[in-house]
C-alpha cells in the first residue's frame, strides 16, 4: 500500500489532541502486515511476496506482541488503528479476525475508534467486507492509484480501473462510510490529461478521503534501475507540480478540505490515525520494521505526565526473525528494554527536548492549520515567536507561509516549496533554548 508515512508522538508533555481537527485522545496503533503478492517495482517499503507459508507463524507472532504490549502497558486506551503493509487485505480474513480481537483484549479501544485496513482493489470481496465491518474495521484504504489501465500496467499493479471502481463500489455495499482512495501523479510518462482524467472519475465516485502521492523513486528499487539504464523515462517534476496544482483546484471545487500537503478530505473526516503522526503525539507500531514513538519514566507507565524521556524505536526487519523471536520468552521489566534484550528492536534512540521541536515543527507544518501558537506554548513552554521569529519574518516575506494570529502555516506557494520549509525549520531548532533542557 502507499500511506508515504510510518511514523508520530505526544500528550502529556504536549497539547491534548482530540476530535478532527486536532488528532486523538489516545495512543494510535499501527499493525504491520508484511506479504505481497507481488512486489511493486517503485516500492520500498518493508514487505515481501512468496513468503505466504510464513502467514500462520507471523499472525500468531504479532497476536503475542500485541498482547505482551497490551499487558505491560497496563491496557492502555487505544484511539485509532491502522493495519498498513505490505497489503493486510492479502492476509486470510480469519487472521484479520484474529488480530482484531487480540487487539480489542489487549487495549482500551474507545468508543468510535477509527480503525482502518489497507487493501487491493483485487482483494475486495464483498464477504471479507462485511467481515471487516463484523471484526470492527470501519475505514477502509483502497489503493485505486490510477484509473488508466496503461499506467497500472507500468507501475506493476495487479488490479485494473474496473477492478478498482467495482471494488470501491463492493466496500460500499458492504456498508463501509468511511473510504479514503490512495492515487499517485508524477507517473514516468503520465500526461496531465490522464491525471484529469483519474482525479475526476475518482472525486464522482465519492469518496470520503483522498491520499495523492507524487511517484519517489526510492534507491535500489527496480523502478530506480530501470530509470537509471533508459528503460523507463525519469519523472518530470515540473509536471507532477502541474498535477498537484490541478488537484488543489479541482478538489476544493469539489467540496474536499485539503487539510495535508498530500491529502483531501470531506469535512470532519480527516484520518485521525495519521493526524497523530503529523501533530508528534504518541503511537505504537507492531510488527517488523514497524516505528513507535512512547515515552515515560524507564520501567514507569507510558504517558508518565512531564517527563522528557521519550524513546522513538524500531522493531528488526526480517518477518522471519521477528516470528522466531517472538516464540520464546521476553524478559519482565520495562517493555521497550525487553523488546531491545530479545533482539527485536533494530534501534531505540531518546528523544531529547531539541528533537521533539524539530520534529514538532516538521510534521506540524504538513498540516494546513500549520503550528498553533497556543498548543507550541503549552508544549513547549515558550512564544512560537521567540523561538523562530526571524525565520518566520523570513519565510513570509518570501511568501512561503502565512503568519496570523491563530499561528503559522505554509501558503499555496510554500506547499510546493514544503521540504524546503521544513528543513529551514529543523535546522533552527538546534539553537532554540527550551525551558529546563
Ligand atoms: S501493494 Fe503496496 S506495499 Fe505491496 S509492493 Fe505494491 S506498493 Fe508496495
Redesign the pocket.
Known sequence: ??SRIRVGHAEASGPQPGGPDTGPTGLSLYVHIPF?E???H??D?N?YAGIEALIPGYLTALETEIRFWGDRLDRPAVSTIFFG???PSYVPIEGIEAICAAIFEAFDVSEGAEVTLES?PGDCSKRDLTRYLGAGINRLSI?VQSLDDGLLKSLSRRHDSATAIGAYRSARDAGFDNINLDLMFGLSAQTVDQWRDTLDQTVALGPEHLSLYALTLEPETPLDAMVKSGEVEEPDPDLAADMYLYAETALGDAGFDHYEISNWSTPGLESRHNLAYWLNAPYLGVGPGAHSYLYGPAGGRYGAAGSWSERRFAALRSPRRYVDLLGGALPDGDPVDALSSAGLLDSVEPVTPATELADTMMMGMRLSRGIRSDEFRARFGLELHDAFGPLIDELSGMGLLVDDKPGIRLSEDGHLLGNEVFERFVTASADVELPGS
Do not use: P
Request: charged residues 15%; proline residues 0%; contains cysteine.
Open positions: 500500500m502507499d505481497c507481488t512486489k511493486c517503485y516500492c517499503f514487505t503493509g505490505g497489503t487491493n489503493g
